[in-house]
């Protein structure tokens, strides 16, 4: 069969040489993974019958509903002298708001399928049974992720992004070390974790009925997923050596700043005809409260997490002084989600009342 040129940039190929770790010891010793994975095997859900796919979707409506979080923080781009946004008015402000919110479903769509690449590769490459039996159960739970955002994506907005090439040579970066804690740590903690706060932002301003039930049941999942990552990286990161911790607070920063840079709509900017780089200009040589607050709480979920891993302060606190520089340090003491799991995940118990 012949592979045209548009199927062959559909496919995306990342070499990477890992080894594949079997354990031969199948006895249940981590109570705390032993009880994420129960919980796991009773919260499954099903993205065509238990979400409300006959409501009536305006995205005008969640545009605008939304943009807090997304346009207001690029409107006040518009009072600036010479700014390629000034000739805006409410009509292209309302098309900027539809886009980016495209852009951000689409981007959290290409997320969840990096992380469905990167759990396959811990059920494969973490050297314990009761990792490997959790994270069997993520996998499941992407794949459903990367089907809800796809269908609500198709359905509901008619219209999806490509990759942003951020978050495309992250995950790129995550997928190709063979390390079996990196991937923990680019993808449970810093991705998902990332995902988790874009999440509930999201979900506190939309009053659109399914993707506020689409984005609980994910929240959800997500929250156990970072659970997880927070559980198993802190026992194995209490046995390495300074050195070794740094190259993971070096990669920890590395990937926040990567993360911060996703989103900056560049994609969408290219989509109307703006050069982005002249928006990056205008939001670093006049940054506003808006950018730098939705930007911050992004990591409301992050920091923390790296806090109980031990990495905020290890190696004389490279990272906490590199935290501090970008201006998230501020979100060390919030509860870390291997507290807050329990709270979020809540789909279980509603679905058992709905059936009873």
């Known amino acids: 069969m012949t592979v045209t040129a548009d199927q062959r940039e559909l496919i995306h190929h990342v070499e990477a040489n890992i080894d594949a770790a079997f354990t031969w010891d199948y006895e249940r010793s981590r109570d705390s993974l032993v009880r994420l994975y129960e919980k796991a095997k009773t919260s499954q859900w099903n993205v065509t019958t238990d979400l409300p796919w006959d409501s009536d979707v305006d995205p005008e409506k969640i545009a605008a509903e939304l943009s807090m979080g997304t346009t207001a923080r690029f409107q006040t781009l518009g009072e600036i002298p010479g700014s390629p946004v000034a000739h805006f008015g409410d009509k292209e402000w309302l098309h900027v708001g539809v886009e980016i919110q495209n852009s951000l479903l689409s981007q959290f769509l290409h997320g969840e399928q990096g992380a469905l690449l990167c759990t396959a590769r811990i059920v494969e490459t973490v050297p314990w049974i009761d990792a490997k039996y959790y994270a069997a159960t993520q996998v499941m739970d992407e794949a459903r992720h990367v089907e809800v955002f796809a269908r609500y994506l198709d359905e509901k907005l008619s219209s999806q992004y490509r990759i942003n090439p951020n978050l495309k040579s992250l995950l790129d970066d995550i997928i190709a070390d063979p390390r079996w804690d990196m991937t923990y740590l680019g993808m449970q903690i810093m991705v998902e ?91 670093d040589e006049h940054p506003r409260p808006e950018q730098q607050l939705f930007q911050t709480l992004l990591f409301s979920k992050i920091v923390p997490n790296v806090k109980k891993l031990g990495l905020l302060d290890a190696a004389d606190g490279w990272l906490r002084e590199r935290f501090a520089e970008i201006g998230v340090i501020q979100f060390e003491n919030w509860v870390d989600t291997g507290e807050e799991y329990a709270a979020l995940d809540e789909v279980a118990k509603d679905r058992a009342a709905a059936t009873s």
């Open 193 to 283: 974790g990332l995902a988790l706060a874009a999440f509930g932002l999201m979900r506190q301003t939309t009053t659109e009925p399914l993707l506020q039930q689409l984005l609980r049941y994910v929240m959800s999942d997500e929250a156990r997923h970072v659970a997880f990552g927070v559980l198993s990286l802190q026992e194995y990161y209490a046995g390495l050596s300074t050195p070794e911790l740094r190259e993971r607070q070096e990669f920890a920063y590395e990937t926040a700043v990567r993360l911060q840079q996703r989103f900056m709509q560049a994609e969408v900017w290219e989509r109307m005809g703006i050069d982005p780089l002249a928006i990056k200009r205008l939001i």
